[in-house]
């Protein structure tokens, strides 16, 4: 039986004179264990973190790929599973994103392109935005940060350094845009390319930076870090209106992708936020694929409430559907190919567990661990994230101005947790806890802001948080 066949309903078709006993089928699946799991006062976001699973699950094969339509390894699509297979799976789960980038490297052309699917024996064009996704935060840096495989960062990184050196800017330091050999952003229309080649550019460039810190590249980490000034220099400059990030040369609808990228890029200032965010309410052009970053440009800024609002009313035919997985598009048949099982779609189950739950690393392959839970208007989380192949845990509550969060198995880390600001007492384990004794560590401002910083270094903790209203 060909290892792709897939599907929601099985028909047996016997000769009258056989006598059925019984029927069954036997589900295939790459040889991981699914350890993470996320729960919360909102059965919706369950149902929606359940298909995600599913649907992960679905497209890993001996590729990270969709095993409707086209049963090879995209690496836009492999950004985005990867994510969820960080959050959902064991450490064989884990070998599977190893092998998606060690293929990505390894089959790099001798003019420095880098190309997806592959391999492959017919396709061999590029798609730069993809590219620039998966060498950049949301890829190659993303799978350093939580598993601290140091090996794979030192192979990919030539690889890296020569892709990037393919790209230009313009006289005005704006991205020149790469047509590829296959131009494309994303399904549906309304795309802002300028906007969006000028954002993956940088955060593949901070990616490099990254990279370069590491491997003890300097100076190539200077050279990065200015042309990534410069860049968001010029975008802030030529492609700011004062309500929206809109390249000149478009001449669309804005585009929510754009916006939504120009948060996650670092182009757009506190200010802008404020106009992006209102911007973003009611205008719906991304496909799934893009969706998933629109939605972290909320979370990351600590919109869990605009963030949960949009992925509802993003994803609400999908979960109301009697169909057990995510599709392609937002609606079956839609112009993006119509597949029904494409990981893509995902990008909520990790979205959920790193930014609703809150568990994310502190320090890269797990050494420190952030607990950080922003429910929102939820009234409780349970969450479980992998650490090898072990979890960790946590549960939230809420309950009027107090909330108390609980940690298992905290794996004998230490564990740095997220203490906002407003909070008037805190008891940890029965015994009040000084709130002279906590502080903010300038470096990680960003991640945690208006947070104060515990260190805690146990396995189990009950933390109760009494907040000003």
């Not at 789960?93 to 420095?112: E, F, H, M, R, S």
């Not at 598993?147 to 990037?164: N, Q, R, W």
């Not at 802008?272 to 911007?279: A, D, K, L, P, S």
Request: proline share 3%; net charge positive.
């Amino acid at each position: 039986m060909p290892n792709y066949i897939n599907g929601h309903h099985i028909i047996y078709t016997f000769p009258k004179s056989v006598k059925v006993i019984s029927v069954g089928y036997r589900e295939t699946a790459f040889n991981t264990q699914h350890i993470g799991s996320f729960r919360c006062s909102d059965n919706f976001y369950n149902k929606l973190w359940d298909k995600a699973l599913n649907t992960m699950n679905l497209n890993m094969r001996d590729a990270i790929q969709d095993p409707d339509r086209e049963r090879s390894q995209w690496w836009g699509d492999a950004a985005i599973i990867s994510g969820e297979i960080l959050y959902s799976c064991d450490n064989n789960g884990v070998k599977a994103i190893k092998k998606t980038i060690n293929n990505l490297v390894d089959w790099q052309k001798p003019d420095g392109t880098l190309f997806s699917p592959i391999p492959s024996g017919s396709w061999d064009k590029e798609l730069p935005q993809q590219m620039l996704a998966s060498i950049g935060k949301y890829g190659f840096w993303n799978y350093y940060y939580y598993t601290g495989d140091i090996e794979t960062l030192k192979h990919v990184y030539p690889a890296v350094k020569t892709y990037l050196s393919l790209w230009r800017l313009d006289e005005n330091d704006l991205v020149e845009h790469r047509s590829g050999g296959w131009d494309w952003a994303d399904w549906g229309d309304n795309i802002d390319v300028a906007v969006l080649d000028n954002a993956w550019f940088c955060l593949a460039l901070e990616s490099a930076i990254n990279m370069a810190h590491i491997i003890k590249d300097e100076n190539y980490a200077s050279f990065c870090d200015s042309i990534r000034k410069r860049i968001i220099a010029a975008v802030r400059k030529n492609f700011w209106t004062g309500k929206y990030y809109h390249s000149p040369q478009y001449k669309g609808i804005t585009d929510d992708r754009a916006n939504g990228m120009a948060i996650l890029a670092g182009f757009s200032t506190s200010e802008q936020e404020t106009h992006i965010r209102e911007f973003l309410k009611d205008r719906y052009s991304a496909s799934p694929y893009m969706e998933k970053y629109i939605l972290e440009s909320y979370f990351v800024r600590n919109d869990i409430n605009g963030g949960l609002a949009r992925m509802k009313q993003r994803y609400q035919n999908m979960v109301n559907s009697n169909l057990t997985t995510l599709w392609e598009d937002w609606r079956i048949g839609g112009s993006g190919g119509g597949s029904i099982n494409h990981g893509w779609a995902g990008g909520p189950l990790t979205l959920l567990s790193q930014y609703v739950a809150g568990i994310s690393p502190f320090e890269v392959g797990w050494k420190k661990i952030l607990v950080h839970p922003q429910l929102g208007d939820l009234k409780w989380v349970k969450c479980t994230v992998p650490v090898g192949n072990k979890t960790i845990m946590i549960g939230v509550e809420k309950e009027g101005n107090t909330q108390t969060i609980t940690l298992h198995n905290m794996t004998s880390k230490a564990c740095v947790v997220a203490v906002p600001r407003n909070v008037k007492s805190l008891v940890i384990d029965g015994k009040a806890y000084p709130l002279s004794s906590l502080k903010i560590k300038q470096n990680v401002a960003s991640v945690v802001k208006d947070c104060w910083l515990l260190d805690i270094a146990r396995q189990h903790a009950v933390i109760k948080m009494n907040y000003n209203n």
